[in-house]
């Protein structure tokens, strides 16, 4: 248990140079504010690259009603350190660094002892949009730099890019975490991955890595040859055609469902194995589930959130290991509004990363 508590905001910061949304368009433009000094145990670092995340979608057009204007978005954070304050241990200036969803908790609790911040009693802090402890509200990667606890940065390997090391801290979290929580890393298994977007694509990646069998399901025949060619997957099948889905019956060891669009989830249920485990990192609106499929089948149900520094950490490391990269479109932060746009038409293959470095003066 680490007896400092959350930092206090210092006055008298550097100016950050930024794009903000400033009503519920979303529109975003430029913006400039104050981050806060860095303190004893803080980490300062000049942002590179920032991934576009769907969570940006949904803050900046305050689908949640509770968008704190002007909001300054993005959580998949990757850059270099330019300042460290006198406590830091971990980073030195010129080190390449990450931030991810979050970037405090109360660093008492039991899952924050365990590295799983993300499941702070008091509440993680969110990266943008949220409020710490001193009461400021969080704002984002869409910015020249940010300052952040020496906690909650993560290192990224010199020789791994920086700009697909971004989409890691969210997209590739979210999905590692539970299929190592859940034991998905077992050669030789057998796993579906529900949707091909962000997320879905680094199941993929992550289930070949694993030594995993791996069947794509898509309500999209056109993502039938990426898929397959791509991305590696062994088998991809058409959601809505049943002859396909009933011939997998009883076959997978795991799903990972991405999807955040409303679905059935009997029939995909119905292809696990006796015990088998479905996990579901989407949010549609509501789940539906006839008992006896999960009960006679003895299946596993399961959700997940992204996930806290120990999990992010060796995430980015097996990546680095294995050079796993995301499938990445680079654009300038000029074209941050189109971004958006097309991320809420899935018009994206399949993470958009802003060049943050090249593109934000």
Known sequence: MEESKPPMSSPGGDECLSWAARDPSGLLSPHTFTRRSVTSDDVSLKITHCGVCYADVIWTKNKHGDSKYPLVPGHEIAGVVNKVGSNVTRFKVGDHVGVGTFVNSCRECDYCDEGQEVSCVKGQVFTFNGVDYDGSVTKGGYSSHIVVHERYCYKIPVDYPLESAAPLLCAGVTVYAPMMRHNMNQPGKSLGVVGLGGLGHMAVKFGKAFGLHVTVFSTSV??????????????????????????????????????????AFDPYMSLLKIAGTYVLVGFPSEIKIQPATLNLGMRVLAGSVSGGTKVTQEMIDFCAAHKIYPNIEVIPIQKANEAIER??????KYRFVIDIENSLK
């Open 222 to 263: 056109s993502k039938k040859e990426e898929a397959l060619s791509l991305l590696g997957a062994n088998n991809f099948v058409i959601s809505s055609a049943h002859d396909q889905m009933k011939a997998l019956a009883k076959s997978l060891d795991f799903i990972i469902d991405t999807a955040s669009g409303d679905h």
């Open 343 to 348: 991320v809420v038409k899935k018009d994206i």
